[in-house]
């Protein structure tokens, strides 16, 4: 064990900022010393979203079609829209992969 402070404060700070940019990118943290394990995870993970994947429609009327839809969104994954879409005759509404209502 180290005698000297700077070093233990140096370890502090280190690993209170993996903390933090862990929980702040909404990654989450697990970790152990000795047989004392931790996990600090966040509310939201990011989240891919794919809307309409590959989907074959025909002779088809539909509305809006979103992937997420609210107020308040807040996602820091890879959205996709429409890929590989076929559409025969068709009459379609908006196709998005966030949606975001103007009343919350």
């Known amino acids: 064990m180290p005698q000297d402070p ?24 697990k970790g152990g ?13 990011n989240t891919d979203i794919k809307v309409a994947e590959g989907a074959k429609l025909e002779q088809v009327k539909a509305g809006d079609v979103a992937g997420i839809k609210g107020a308040e969104i807040d996602n820091d994954g890879n959205v996709e829209v429409a890929k590989g879409l076929q559409a025969t005759h068709a009459e379609l509404g908006d196709i998005v992969g966030i949606k975001k209502s103007d009343q919350p």
């Not at 700077?6 to 943290?29: C, D, E, M, Q, Y």
């Not at 010393?33 to 993970?45: D, H, K, N, P």
């Open 6 to 29: 700077v070093i233990w404060i140096v370890l502090i700070v280190a690993v209170s900022l993996v903390i933090v940019f862990a929980v702040w990118k909404r990654r989450g943290v």
């Open 33 to 45: 010393v000795g047989g004392a394990t931790f996990e600090i995870t966040s509310e939201q993970q």
